[in-house]
């Protein structure tokens, strides 16, 4: 089966009261995402691909170095646009959250705000395109993170990420314009889906589900 696009979990203007408009999801998840998948789908046979999950191509990908890079480039946005979406929600982000997450942050971080803090300094010295991660490292731990372009924790083997913030121009321009130190911070205390990241804590992580 080749990649497909999975649909948003909520309408394309269900953001726009939280910071994020309906032109943003449109281009962003139409446009943006779904050319991801079509260039992703265009190399399976060349790079041969087939019946490899989009997890283990990443990883492979991520572990070939420059010669991976064209394939990492699209496996790694159609996963990490994927978890993106799932990651926020209207009238997310907030001070109070679940159980386990929250115990986790605190301990490992000293507080919310510690974390926040550590989060969008990640992704505002990112520089150019890419991600700013919480992710859980083998040791038990959580951590912030960044990667450029496509990469991600799994394609750099740093850990499972729990969180990602998109922080490519094209996630930002039409609501904040050249200001991205305010978008990740909408993005926190406005977006974030605290309920999906516990369960990814608590589950081990996201299974994309997709096969070449
Ligand atoms: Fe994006």
């Known amino acids: 089966m080749p990649f497909s696009l999975p649909p948003l979990p909520y309408s394309t203007n269900a953001l726009a009261a939280s910071g994020m408009c309906q032109e943003t999801l449109e281009l962003h998840h139409g446009k943006h995402h779904n050319a991801y998948v079509v260039a992703l789908n265009g190399l399976i046979e060349s790079k041969g691909l087939a019946g490899k999950s989009l997890e283990t191509i990443m990883a492979e990908a991520g572990r070939a170095g420059a010669e991976g890079l064209p394939v990492l480039n699209q496996a790694g946005q159609h996963w990490n646009h994927m978890l993106f979406w ?106 974030v889906n605290w309920e999906f990241v516990e369960h990814l804590l608590l589950s081990g992580g996201m299974s994309s589900g997709q096969t070449a």
């Open 86 to 191: 799932q990651a926020m929600k209207p009238n997310g982000g907030g001070e109070s959250l679940p159980g386990r997450i929250g115990a986790k942050i605190a301990e490992d971080f000293g507080g919310l705000a510690q974390f926040k803090e550590a989060f969008k300094q990640a992704g505002v010295t990112q520089f150019g395109s890419g991600w700013c991660w919480l992710i859980l490292k083998s040791d038990g731990r959580l951590a912030v993170t960044k990667t450029p372009n496509g990469a991600n924790p799994i394609s750099t083997g740093e850990g499972t990420p729990l969180l990602g913030c998109d922080v490519w121009e094209h996630a930002y321009y039409l609501d904040f314009r050249n200001l991205r130190p305010n978008y990740i911070q909408n993005f926190l205390d406005r977006l």
